[in-house]
């Protein structure tokens, strides 16, 4: 069946600029994982979600990163007034079951973010 | 709070040779999880392994093996007779029972270079 999938893959931003980053995650999966991942570095929680309802967003740098998963399904993160410390690669993961750790998380392919 | 420990930042094999990654953990939670994943060149993350911090048996799977000792907050990965598609980065992650969700956290990764 489909991955995780997300786009655009890749976005080229001006400082300043809002951007959306969407993810679409594996159909019948209840929570959906936001990650930033700096070159080099592990990925870092951002935020995520059981069905439609925010769980945890306690991993956002601040008020200008937002997430919104409406209908339960697709996933939109928005960065307002993009700074150049913003770029990196912006991951979403999926699991099925709501917030059991013991369930592996599938990630998608990422959208590599530069904000010039 | 968790945390994840990769001290190896690159470790280079020759093809057939064996390869030991490893992973050092902190966390207050009696119940908890570790995974590893594998980032190839191409970038997408790929989930290798799970264990749960109550079963300390160590296990093979293929090429793959892994040693986890609780006594020491370790979880340890070994490629056995790697082979050059074996080359990507290597993440060790943790997830906490007892937390709200089952967000990773990652180390900061092991780049494998496996030359012919």
């Known amino acids: 069946g489909a991955g995780v999938s997300q786009s655009p893959r890749y976005k080229v931003t001006k400082r300043g600029q809002d951007v959306a980053l969407r993810c679409d995650p594996i159909?019948?999966?209840?929570?959906l994982y936001w990650y930033r991942q700096a070159l080099g570095q592990g990925p870092e929680f951002l935020t995520y979600?059981?069905?439609?309802?925010?769980?945890?967003k306690s991993g956002l740098p601040n008020d200008r990163f937002s997430a919104e998963r409406p209908e339960g399904s697709i996933s939109t993160l928005t960065i307002q007034r993009t700074e150049q410390r913003d770029s990196a690669m912006y991951r979403c993961?999926?699991?099925?079951?709501?917030?059991?750790?013991?369930?592996?998380?599938?990630f998608g392919p990422g959208t590599r973010l530069t904000v010039l | 709070a968790q945390k994840v420990t990769q001290a190896q930042t690159e470790i280079s094999v020759v093809e057939k040779e064996d390869v030991t990654l490893d992973c050092v953990y902190e966390?207050?939670?009696?119940?908890?999880?570790l995974f590893w994943y594998k980032q190839p060149p191409s970038g997408e993350l790929v989930f290798l392994i799970r264990?749960?911090?109550?079963?300390?048996q160590n296990e093979i799977s293929g090429r793959y093996s892994w040693n986890f000792q609780k006594s020491t907050s370790s979880f340890n990965f070994t490629i056995t007779a790697s082979q050059v598609v074996d080359s990507a980065v290597y993440f060790c992650?943790?997830?906490?029972?007892?937390?709200?969700?089952?967000?990773?956290?990652f180390g900061g990764g092991t780049r494998v270079l496996v030359k012919p």
């Open positions: 264990r749960n911090s109550f079963d300390e």
């Open positions: 159909s019948g999966h209840v929570s």
């Open positions: 979600f059981n069905y439609e309802a925010q769980q945890d």
């Open positions: 966390t207050r939670d009696t119940t908890y999880y």
């Open positions: 993961a999926s699991s099925l079951s709501p917030g059991a750790s013991y369930n592996e998380q599938f």
């Open positions: 992650a943790l997830s906490e029972a007892e937390a709200a969700g089952n967000k990773l956290t």
